[in-house]
């Protein structure tokens, strides 16, 4: 969709093909056909430093949906609670990346050895990480003396799951990219957005954006192919409502879906090194539980819940101001969650919910929904870089976007929005046009500006 909108805002006749009947992909929301709810595939979060992201929402008139905040409350079972976030001195706020010591050092979450272990891992990651590190962030977190608090309550809980996998699974300088956007380079590129509107209502702008370039956007439309025109210098795009054609493509797919159509594109010099960098890519789950309670059982508009499988806590009826009493929970990074039945996710999900919110014991549920999503995001394990695609595919005149390719970012809308605006600009590169359509990162603000200055990144 990035693509697509940023194309026709250039000026070129999109058209724009999904297989489903609705646009989102990953992050769209849709009727429960039992429930007779619109819910959210699963909350989607986005922060401060989601420059492209927030440029598609521009693009597409939706970025007063997003409402945003910098308090991060964890709570512990038995409702002990720590917020999080930026703190004013005499009403400034500190110079970044110290915004968010003074909540920290305060929080009763940690313990004071894990206060000093964290304070001492923040330093160490106000150098850079080398872009090709091949370490592990498990191996650096016992390389850089971590305790068992600091890794539990922190670095598994807010950046694995936020990198969606286990410590030994994640490229440290994806886990160093997360804390310094988060946590260290503005009290801004930390905040965290969230949409006040289901994930689909934000895209109801992109067809007439689309159509206003005289495109088309086509919905319930299954792309199984393409032949190349040489004499034309056309795309035949074969879908399952009949033939397509182009004189550029774009695909963006997740990476199971690039597999499948590659079957049926046309040999290529390049093609096979392209099949081989998707067999590297490997999925990883996350779950949501979304409840209906006859009553509130938190004030929270969105909590970490600590020590247990149940991860984070989304108030739906505040965030989205709707009626009724809907908390979403979040489940990330747990494969073992995800292999449970319906009935043990969810009366394990209840069980500690109400560990860390008493109100849940007398709260009657109204209504339970559980979405499973297997091949939720893509990994980011030490070397992957390797085997993340650029733009430019192995045929003429088309070219590859979708979260996986090389963005740079973990399996974000971040990263997807990214891979559409670099696919638009490598598009009119082709055609001559040097048209830039990548959104800039945000600076590094306070003590991280000079930093940045000295190391050069
Ligand atoms: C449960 C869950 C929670 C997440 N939480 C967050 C979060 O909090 N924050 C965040 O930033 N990211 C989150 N993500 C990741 C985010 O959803 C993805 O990174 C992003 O949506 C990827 O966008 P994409 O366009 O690359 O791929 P997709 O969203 O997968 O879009 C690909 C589209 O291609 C269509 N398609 C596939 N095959 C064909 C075909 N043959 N023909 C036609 N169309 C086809 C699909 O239907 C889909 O609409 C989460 C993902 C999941 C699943």
């Known amino acids: 969709m990035s693509a697509a909108c940023a194309l026709a805002e250039a000026g070129l006749r999109v ?3 999904e297989r489903r009947g609705y646009l989102g992909g990953r992050a769209s929301s849709y009727l429960h056909p039992g429930l007779n709810e619109v819910i959210d595939n699963c909350q989607h979060v986005l922060f401060g430093c989601c420059t492209n992201l927030l440029g598609f929402y521009h693009r597409v008139g939706v970025a007063d949906r997003i409402h945003w905040t910098s ?5 512990e079972p038995g409702g002990r609670r720590s917020p999080l976030g930026s703190s004013k001195l005499a009403g400034i706020e500190l110079p970044a990346p110290l915004h968010g010591l003074p909540k920290l050092l305060s929080a009763h979450a940690f313990s004071l050895a894990d206060k000093l272990a964290l304070a001492r891992a923040f330093s160490a990651l106000m150098r850079p990480v ?3 590190s091949r370490e592990s962030l498990d191996t650096w977190l016992k390389r850089n003396g971590q305790t068992r608090g600091a890794i539990e309550r922190f670095w598994r809980l807010v950046i694995a799951s936020a990198l969606n996998a286990d410590l030994d699974s994640i490229a440290m300088p994806y886990a160093a990219k997360v804390i310094r956007e988060l946590f260290m380079n503005s009290a801004f590129a930390g905040s965290m ?4 509107v289901p994930l689909s209502q934000l895209y109801a702008g992109v067809t ?3 159509e206003a370039s005289d495109g088309c956007v086509h919905l319930n439309t299954f792309t199984e192919g393409a032949e190349w025109d040489e004499a034309a210098a056309q795309w ?3 879908t399952r ?10 695909f963006a797919l997740p990476f199971e879906a690039t597999a499948q159509l590659l079957k049926s594109m046309p040999g290529a010099t390049g093609k096979p090194d392209l099949e081989r960098k998707i067999e590297h890519q490997e999925h990883w789950p996350i779950c949501s539980v979304h409840l209906w309670f006859d009553r509130e059982i938190t004030e929270l508009e969105h909590a970490v819940l600590l020590d247990r499988e149940i991860h984070w806590l989304y108030n739906q009826s505040s965030l989205q101001r709707r009626g009724g009493h809907y908390v979403e929970l979040v489940v990330s990074a747990t494969r073992a969650f995800a292999a449970l039945t319906r009935e043990e996710a969810i009366r394990q999900a209840l069980t500690e919910l109400a560990e860390f919110f008493p109100a849940v014991a007398d709260a009657k549920l109204e209504k339970v929904a559980l979405v499973k999503e297997v091949r939720a995001t893509f990994g980011v394990p030490p070397g992957i870089d390797e085997w993340r695609p650029h733009a430019a595919s192995p045929w003429p005149n088309c070219f590859l976007a979708g979260d996986w390719v090389a963005t740079g970012w973990p399996s974000t809308m971040e990263s997807a929005a990214r891979s559409g605006h670099l696919a638009a600009e490598s598009l009119c590169r082709s055609m001559g046009d040097q048209r830039r359509f990548l959104e800039p990162d945000l600076k590094p603000e306070g003590i991280m500006k000079f930093l940045k200055t000295a190391f050069g990144s």
Do not use: F, K
């Open 15 to 17: 058209q724009l093909v």
């Open 71 to 75: 308090e991060m409350t964890m709570i």
């Open 130 to 132: 080398p872009a090709n």
């Open 193 to 196: 957005g969230m949409s006040t």
């Open 208 to 210: 007439p954006l689309v």
């Open 236 to 238: 035949r795009l074969r």
């Open 241 to 250: 409502s009949g033939e397509i054609v182009s004189d550029y493509l774009v």
